[in-house]
Structure formats: C-alpha cells, structure tokens
C-alpha cells in the first residue's frame, strides 16, 4: 500500500514538473513574438471561426466572407442563447422592402466569457406575414446588398468600449475577458441605406416598436439610432432568474480565465496562450456562437496547418 502511494506521489510530482516546464516554454514563446507575429497568427487562428482581431482596440469581429452567412438568421437562434451561457438584449425590427420582408437585428450583452455588440442585414424571398416571422429562416444580405454600418459600444453611458465601422452584413464587437450585464450597455447604432424607401420603411418599423425621436437621428439616409432598453417583446429570451444565474456563471467562467491566463494583460497573448497550453479551451473562447460546423471546420484546418509544415 504505502509502495503504491509512493509511485503514485512520484508519479504526480513528476506530472507537476513537466506541465511547470511546459508552461514557462509557452510564456516564453509567446514573448519573444513581436505584436506583427501574434496578430498574424491571431487572425490565422480566428479567420476558420469567421472573426479577425483589431489589435488597437483589442477586440474581435466578424469578417464579411464569414462561414455563418450561409445559417441565415432564425429566432431559434436566440432562444437557444442561454444554454450557451449567453445573455443578450435584442432588437429585432422586420419591414418590408422591395416585395421582401427584411430584418435587421441588433444585439448586445454578455457572450460566455466575452461581452460585446451585433447587427445583422437578413431578408426573406417574400412578404413575411407577422404571424410567420418569428418560425422563417431569413437569409443573410448578399454582397451587393451589405451596407455601411457602424457600432459604438458604451458602459454605464460614460465609458467607450469600442466603435468600429464597415460595409458588412453581420458587424459585431466582441470583448473577451469582460463580464457586463447587458443593462449596464448602451449600444449606438448607424445605418446608411441605399434610398429613401428602404430608410423610410426601416424607420417606420422602428418607431411602431416605441422608439421616439430622442432615441433616433436621421440624415438623409443615414440613421442613427440608440439602443439602451429592448422594446420589443421578442426581445425577452429567457426568465429573468435565469438570465441572473448564467451571468453569475459568465463572471466565474471570466475569473478563472483570467485567472488562469494571468502571465499576459493583452487578449492577444491570453489567447495564445490558451491555443498553445488548451486548445478546445482556446477554441470555446474564440467562437461566441456556437454552430455544429465549428468542430469540422477547425480540424480541418488544424489539418491543413500540419501539412503545410
């Protein structure tokens, strides 16, 4: 008994001295990197995911040849948000346009260990009665149909988290390592359309939902608007006991990751550090949304990166 406990006593310290070792190897890697080498393989690591990262501002977005293009948008999709350990404040506003009936959604709130913002440009082939809207997969805007967005993120109404713009179908932000209620969120929002009647026809839609003219600028087609509190009854996804209880996880699950990446201050090195010493750790992280083909897609690439060593 007392030879077993000794072997298994070695056996242990033995494991601690090799993953010791193994971690000031990876701290040391990841040091010597210049900020041009760990963006780059950054954006190499994210770009199978469908995000890149903006190292000014230390977030990720999404690019616009994002593989989740090709899922559209459907309500179920945020339904199924709180499993996923997301707590997020909607707005969806549907109108039509051109014999089709579009949606355009916003979202912000806490995504796992990442806190941050959407837009989405989806439509429909045909008129959507509202009775439907809520059970139709909408299609993503194509290309010749994204328009110019942009996002300015703020905390507690004093704070910039970040701002970004661009011509895109599906603009996000997203903070890893930030844990903050989608309450203490004020996301601005600006939308240029191609003409008058697709703006007027958004605009209408997003006054009957109760937003007034305090909330919303206009100009020309450009609109501007302000979301700080969802109007729109869609926009409950879950109980309000349940949305307290995956925040209480979502702040555990930050501590821990910060705790835990803690030789590094940038998301940058923090990531890396998890692709190199956890990698399924690395890639819960960098993928917000969960979709069945993330795993495929990564070990593909995982695949093609051995090769092409």
């Not at 994210?46 to 890149?52: D, H, Q, V, W």
């Not at 082939?125 to 993120?153: C, H, K, S, Y």
Request: aromatic share 16%; glycine share 4%.
């Amino acid at each position: 008994m007392y030879k077993l406990l000794s072997i298994f006593i070695l056996i242990a310290i033995l494991f601690l001295i090799l993953n010791h070792c193994r971690k000031r190897k990876i701290i040391c890697r990841i040091r010597c990197m210049s900020l041009t080498e760990k963006c780059r393989l950054l954006n190499e690591l994210a770009k199978p995911f469908g995000f890149c990262y903006d190292h000014r501002q230390d977030f990720f977005s999404t690019r616009t040849d994002a593989w989740q293009k090709d899922f559209g948008y459907g309500k179920l999709y945020d339904l199924a948000a709180p499993s996923m350990n997301m707590v997020l404040d909607t707005e969806p506003v549907y109108f039509n346009y051109q014999k089709k009936t579009w949606l355009i959604q916003f979202w912000k709130g806490q995504y796992g260990i990442t806190a941050g913002a959407e837009m989405g440009i989806y439509h429909a082939d045909t008129i959507i009665p509202p009775v439907l809207r809520g059970q139709t997969i909408f299609q993503a805007a194509e290309e010749n149909e994204m328009l110019p967005m942009r996002i300015r993120l703020v905390h507690d109404c004093c704070r910039q988290l970040f701002c970004l713009s661009h011509i895109h179908w599906w603009l996000t932000g997203f903070l890893v390592g930030r844990c903050i209620p989608p309450s203490e969120m004020t996301a601005e929002y600006t939308i240029t359309f191609p003409d008058m009647d697709m703006c007027g026809s958004f605009l209408t839609s997003l006054t009957e939902l109760g937003y007034g003219w305090d909330e919303i600028e206009l100009d020309g087609t450009t609109l501007h608007f302000i979301f700080s509190v969802p109007k729109s009854p869609e926009s409950l996804l879950s109980p309000e006991w349940r949305q307290r209880f995956v925040l209480w996880k979502d702040r555990l699950l930050c501590r821990i990751y910060l705790r835990f990446t803690c030789p590094f201050s940038t998301t940058a090195d923090r990531l890396l550090y998890l692709y190199y010493y956890l990698p399924f750790a690395f890639r819960r992280t960098i993928c917000p949304r969960k979709f069945k083909k993330q795993k495929r897609i990564w070990k593909k690439y995982n695949s093609d990166r051995r090769s092409r060593r």
